[in-house]
């Protein structure tokens, strides 16, 4: 989806993804491109959020070892082939230590899945929010056919989430759809819960040899 400052404005819960995302840099000079390549870089490596900006230059975030494990659930999820089949609004859980790259690798997905599906990340949880997501699901597309929306929520609050699930399942009433929304849940741990859901993935502090060996290289470039 070619996403327009017009739907973006209107969608004000979320912040859209869209295929065009990052697109226009290309047609900048090479100068130019590459003092954006290099400032958004150093913002990320000083700290600041990832932007897709990040994404959209090859080798500034690390892909972490988890990415394999994750990349298939969250298709699986989208093409409804999880375990919760009658269930219209799929979970995907995130359970990430603090400071260990959750949201990071949350919104690689989001990156990754840009061309196929629609996606997005939740800013607020209102009850305006499920029905921005039914907005963009349906927007220029048959109803019926729609893909459903990748949709990243990011927080710690486990009953803003099951009141976005549940409003979402009310609005995925009104469609003959297997899966009308996908939810990829990053939420912040210590620990893993007792008490799990069926997907899920645990990110952890720690990097493996091979992540160190990726930043040792690849931020020496900036």
Partial sequence: MHTSSKIKNELSELEILGCNECSDIQYLPENKRKEIERQVAEDYYRGEM?????????????????????????????????????????????????????????????????????????????????????????YEENHEDAKPVLTLVDTFDEKLVKQLYDDLESESHKYSCDVFCVLLICMRVSELPLEKPNNYVMLQQNLSNNEHDWFKKNIRIY
């Fill in 50 to 138: 990832v932007s897709w900006s990040n994404f959209n230059f090859s080798k500034q975030v690390l892909e972490r070892d988890i990415h394999p494990e994750l990349s298939p659930i969250v298709v699986a999820a989208l093409e409804g082939l999880i375990d919760d089949k009658d269930d219209p609004i799929k979970r995907v859980t995130i359970y990430h230590q603090p400071g260990s790259g959750g949201s990071t690798t949350a919104r690689q997905i989001l990156w990754n899945s840009r061309m196929m599906y629609r996606c997005c990340v939740v800013k607020n949880i209102t009850k305006q929010t499920s029905e921005q997501i039914c907005r963009l699901r349906n």
